[in-house]
């Protein structure tokens, strides 16, 4: 057992609260890793509000980032020592991960979302009770993590921890939907719904391909301004026309829209936003959606759900992390720090708006 900092939630919708707790030891295939950096999601804030009371207290966080301190008996590739990204959990077997798309799992709900590992174990406890964790696999808001070895991806000692913790989820997931799902042409026309982290991940990615024009759309004059410097053409806040403005600047519609925010009148306006046969790509966590089907059928939309950007990560990562490297990635610009024992003003920061991605730091 080793003591470690945690920030554990009691019931949902509770604030997060740092207090000690006790980790196991790691498996034959888990890799103990001291955190040196967590990026704060959205989907951990949402996840934290509606989360099941009976699997609470409960260890958020997947967007980790650190160094190994020690690995399993069966584990290959990874050292104490080296400098790694943590990402989700996936079981290498199944049909999804045997065609390299692991964030389609078969057994991604009880490796991601159970509350503890597959064996419905965790190694986190609190005053000699069971600590529910194994979030996205790894629990990462905590000053150490065990993690199945599936979950890590070694990463330079020269990145910034604040800028691998987020390619383990938002990164990957904005530039994968880009990169691995829509696979823009050069010229073609990309709108971004949201610049949020996830949005502006889509965006960069989207300008390092050569789309244009890129377009972004949010509500924050400051996120605009943002995704102007980091290469869209336009951005425009949202409102009645939105649509018809989007169609004009793109010469008859978008032949791409990431869809980020999950609301229902964005995800219509996102259709409407389309030139025949585009294509939309829905990441936000949201609600039911009503679509009309003949204005679908009639403009032969492809309409894509998208995890985690259909990442394979041990590859992809290391994809991002070059592009980073070549300056087409700019994620530390999204990037605000704060100490750990900050969560809550990180929360609050990423709540009103005025922070797009913050990364707590150990």
Known sequence: MRRVRAAVTDAPGAPFTVRDA???????????????????????????????????????GHEGAGRVEAVGARVTGLAAGDHVCLTFASCGACEQCAADHPAYCLA?????????????????SMDGAPLYAGFF??????????????GVVKVPSGLPPSVAAP??????????????RLRPEPGSSLVVLGAGGVGLSALMAAVAVGCDPVVAV????????????????????????????????TGGGAHH????????????????????RGALALLGLGGEVTFDVMGLLAKGVRVHGV???????????????????????????????????EIGRAVAAMRDGSVVKPVLTF
């Open 137 to 150: 696999g790894q629990s990462s808001f905590a000053t150490y993590a065990v993690v199945h070895e599936r």
């Open 108 to 124: 991604a709900r009880a490796l991601n979302f159970s509350g503890g590992r597959d064996d419905a174990t965790s190694p986190l």
């Open 257 to 276: 829209v990431v869809e980020t925010t999950g609301r229902p009148e964005t995800v219509r306006r996102a259709v409407g936003a389309l030139r025949p």
């Open 307 to 341: 995890v985690e950007g259909d990442s394979d990560p041990g590859r992809f990562i290391p994809e991002l992390i070059a592009l980073h490297g070549r300056g087409l990635f700019p994620l530390d610009r999204l990037v605000t720090t704060f100490p750990f024992e």
């Open 167 to 180: 390619l383990g989820c938002g990164g990957q997931t904005g530039a994968g939907t880009v990169l691995n």
């Open 22 to 60: 006790d980790l196991e030891d790691p498996r034959p295939h888990e890799v103990l890793v001291r955190m040196t950096a967590a990026g704060l999601c959205h989907t951990d804030l949402a996840m934290a509000g509606t989360w099941p009371p009976g699997l609470m207290p409960m260890v958020f």
């Open 218 to 249: 949010d509500p924050v004059a400051s996120r605009r301004e943002l995704a102007l410097s980091l290469g869209a053409a336009v951005a425009l806040a949202p409102g009645d026309g939105l649509a018809a403005a989007l169609r004009e600047l």
